[in-house]
C-alpha cells in the first residue's frame, strides 16, 4: 500500500488556506498554481528534475518568480495567497525560500484536484506561474499534458493543457484564472482557450531547437506587474466553465486499466462520461 501526504507548509499560525472562511468585502485571496518547464531558463527535462545536475538551480529560479506573484498579488490588495507547488512528486519549493506573506501547499495528492489541491470557494483570482503547452503542441517548450505517457486529453472535444483542466477545476468555484507565465507557445495556447488573461511570455523556441529567454531579473519584473494589473482588473474575467455532462476522450502511448465504467475505443483510447468534473479527473488520472 502506497500513502501519499501533503503537506501544508504556513508561514504564520492560522490553520486556514485562507485568511477568510468565506468571501467577504474584507479579504481578497488569491490562489497560485506554479510548474517548472515554463520557468525562464528551462530548456530540457534534466533541468526540471531532482536528480538532474542543474535542478537546484532552476529550483531557484522557480522561487524567484513564484515571489513575484507573490509580492505583486500582494501589492494589488491580496490579503491572502496559496501557493501550490504543482510540478512532479510537488516537492519543489523550499519553504524558506518561499516569501512568508504566503502559505505554501507541496507533497503529492490522490485527489483529483492535483495542481489545484487547495483551491475552493474562498478564492477570488488564480495565477499559474511556469507553465507549459500540451502535448503535441508545435514550437513549444517541454510541451506534454501530465505524462508523458499522454498523447491527448479532450474534455467535450476540447483538447486540454494541463492550464485549461486546471481552469476548469477553478471554475468549478467561480474562480477566474487572471494571469499565466510560461514559453510563447503556451500562452498563446492558453489564451485562445480562456480569452485575453494576462499573460507573460518568458521564452520561446527558434527553428532548430534553441530557445530564447528572458534574464531572471526581467521574467520575475513582468510577473510581478502583470499580477498586479491582473489582480486589479479580475472583474473583466470570467471563470473557464464547461456545462456538464462531461466526455473525457483520453489518448495514450500505453494502455492502462479501464477506470469505472470508462469505454476503450481503439487501441490507446477510451472515453469516459460523468456529470461531475472531479470525477472526469479521477479517471484521468487514473489511466493516463
Known amino acids: 500500500m ?3 501526504i501533503a503537506v501544508l ?3 504564520a499560525a492560522p490553520l486556514a488556506l485562507t485568511s477568510s472562511p468565506q ?3 474584507q479579504s481578497l485571496n488569491v490562489f497560485i498554481s506554479v510548474d517548472m518547464e515554463g520557468l525562464t531558463g528551462v530548456v530540457t527535462g534534466a533541468e526540471v528534475t531532482g536528480a538532474g545536475p542543474d535542478y537546484a538551480h532552476f529550483r531557484t529560479i522557480m522561487a524567484g518568480e513564484t515571489n513575484a506573484a507573490i509580492d505583486g498579488a500582494i501589492q494589488a490588495g491580496a490579503t491572502g495567497v496559496l501557493v501550490r507547488d504543482s510540478h512532479g512528486s510537488k516537492q519543489n519549493l523550499l519553504p524558506g525560500d518561499v516569501d512568508p506573506r504566503a502559505r505554501l501547499l507541496r507533497g503529492a495528492s490522490s485527489g483529483p484536484k492535483n495542481m489545484m489541491e487547495g483551491i475552493d470557494g474562498t478564492f477570488h483570482a488564480a495565477v ?5 503547452a500540451r502535448a503535441g503542441t508545435p514550437d513549444a517548450i517541454l510541451a506534454h499534458t501530465s505524462t508523458g505517457n ?12 494541463e492550464a485549461g483542466y486546471n481552469a476548469l477545476v477553478a471554475g468549478l468555484y467561480n474562480v477566474p484564472v487572471v494571469f499565466v507565465a510560461g514559453d510563447q507557445a503556451f500562452v498563446d495556447q492558453a489564451r485562445e482557450l480562456l480569452g485575453p ?13 534553441s530557445v530564447l529567454n528572458l534574464s531572471t531579473e526581467r521574467a520575475r519584473e513582468a510577473i510581478r506587474t502583470g499580477v498586479i494589473s491582473a489582480i486589479r482588473r479580475r472583474g473583466e474575467f470570467k471563470p473557464y466553465t464547461i456545462p456538464p455532462p462531461y466526455t473525457m476522450t483520453l489518448k495514450v502511448r500505453q494502455e492502462r ?3 469505472g465504467n470508462a469505454t476503450r475505443m481503439a487501441a490507446g483510447e477510451s472515453r469516459f462520461v460523468h456529470n461531475d468534473l472531479l470525477e472526469i479527473l479521477n479517471a484521468f488520472n487514473a489511466m493516463k
Open 2 to 4: 502506497r500513502i501519499i
Open 9 to 11: 507548509c504556513l508561514a
Open 23 to 25: 468571501r467577504t468585502g
Open 128 to 132: 499559474f506561474i511556469g507553465y507549459h
Open 150 to 161: 499522454v498523447i491527448d486529453f479532450a474534455i467535450n472535444g476540447v483538447s486540454m493543457p
Open 197 to 209: 488573461v494576462e499573460a507573460v511570455a518568458v521564452k520561446r523556441a527558434l527553428p532548430g531547437g
Open 257 to 259: 486499466p479501464l477506470y
